[in-house]
């Protein structure tokens, strides 16, 4: 095993039956197979099994973390199971090298009685420090947690984020070699959650991490690798993190539309238009998009305010455009319009993106209507960045002579 490699997974399969008894007596003659005839367990499927984790492999350096997502039921936490040593694995085989540290359900485990100081000691216990590390780092512990005020207070009255906060600070003390992170830096609020990143990031810098999250802009922030895996397959791994979170935003339909406001105003049907084709469903990257509104809005109406919105995947807002905010007065006579909005290129990241539609009376005042999800479109490139919007700069670049000039 290479002396930079600390994760070696090869060919890692497992598998679960759906039937409570029919897995219960297949568990019996698998243990009486191994024990008995030195046997492994059967390499095939039996009625109603099926692989959770199928033939998965990759390699781990000191350094590299690797964001594992998917969907729910993707064979992920049964894979990370394995990984610290809670399951063994039906086939295959994985090496761990030096100290490996688990953050999974952070606040999961503490003594409601007894006090945030005693609940320390004994999460430390279970994290394998001994009890003169934790003297050593109590201090650190606490100013970590923000808990000072409320440290000798029983865990039973602290509120859920408490818990997670105390939970952290203790394993932000671990100095692993191999790290698991399932779920958790989505906790607290915004100046914890940075706390959160530059514990990981001093963490990675000495080990091995893979990171379990459902939260993309994580993956984007925190990973240098990424492994996609949909029923139990690995579907795409790989350096390029952000083309493996498109194809993550592919297994899911998204939100469905809706409609909000007085209900002064409809929106009868919405177009998009690139390169002069009408109706179209995706767009290359850099390409204009053009937005057709057809709506009616009510006669009293005279000078209606049209907003515009993208939303990426995770619901973020990417960009708005307000008819009013560019100086566009719009006339209304109460029959019905039709409203042209260019967007021009679009530099987009590769991914799917839906519009929101909100019109309103004079100065953003009364919602006539709003539309959210009203249209989904798909923006396709060869290139993937991390961020939803890649600016097309201008660049310029001096050396030698022309440096000194400058």
């Known amino acids: 095993m290479d002396d930079e490699i600390l994760i070696k997974v090869e060919n890692v399969s497992k598998k679960y039956c759906r039937d409570l008894k029919r897995s219960l007596w297949y568990g019996l003659q698998d243990i009486a197979s191994e024990v008995l005839a030195g046997r492994r367990h059967n390499a095939e499927l039996r009625p109603d099994e099926f692989w959770s984790v199928d033939n998965v492999s990759f390699e781990l350096r000191r350094g590299e973390c690797l964001g594992l997502i998917g969907p729910n039921g993707a064979g992920k936490s049964t894979l990370l199971k394995m990984l610290n040593g809670l399951l063994k694995p039906d086939r295959g085989r994985i090496e761990l090298r030096g100290r490996v540290g688990a953050l999974i359900e952070l606040s999961a485990g ?124 690995c579907e795409f791994q790989g350096k390029n993190v952000p083309k493996g979170i498109d194809l993550f935003y592919t297994f899911f339909k998204g939100e469905e539309s809706s409609f909000s406001g007085s209900g002064r105003a409809v929106i009868h049907q919405i177009e998009l238009e690139s390169n002069g084709k009408k109706d179209i469903e995706s767009i290359k990257y850099l390409d204009e998009l053009s937005i057709y509104i057809d709506a009616t809005i009510d006669t009293t109406v005279k000078s209606p305010t049209i907003a515009v919105a993208i939303m990426s995947q995770e619901l973020q807002h990417v960009a708005q455009c307000i008819s009013s905010f560019n100086g566009v007065e719009i006339a209304n006579t109460g029959e019905r319009m039709k409203v042209v909005l260019n967007l021009g290129k679009l530099n987009f990241n590769p991914g799917i993106y839906s519009i929101a539609i909100t019109i309103n009376s004079e100065n953003l005042g009364e919602v006539l209507c709003r539309y959210d999800n009203i249209k989904k479109f798909r923006v396709v490139g060869q290139q993937y960045g991390y961020a939803p919007v890649l600016i097309e700069g201008e660049w310029k670049v001096f050396n030698g002579a022309k440096y000194q000039e400058i």
């Open 110 to 233: 503490f003594n409601p009685i007894l006090t945030g100081r005693e609940n320390i000691y004994s999460r430390g216990a279970i994290l394998g420090f001994t009890k003169a590390e934790i003297d050593r780092k109590l201090d650190a512990i606490i100013e970590f947690s923000e808990l000072k005020e409320f440290i000798d207070t029983p865990v039973i009255n602290y509120s859920s984020g408490m818990r997670v906060r105390l939970g952290f600070a203790v394993a932000a003390q671990m100095e692993p070699d191999v790290l698991l992170l399932d779920e958790v830096l989505a906790v607290g609020d915004v100046g914890f959650r940075a706390k959160c990143f530059n514990a990981i990031y001093k963490m990675i810098k000495n080990a091995a991490v893979i990171l379990v999250t459902h939260t993309m802009p994580q993956v984007s922030r925190v990973c240098s690798d990424i492994m996609v895996m949909n029923h139990g397959k």
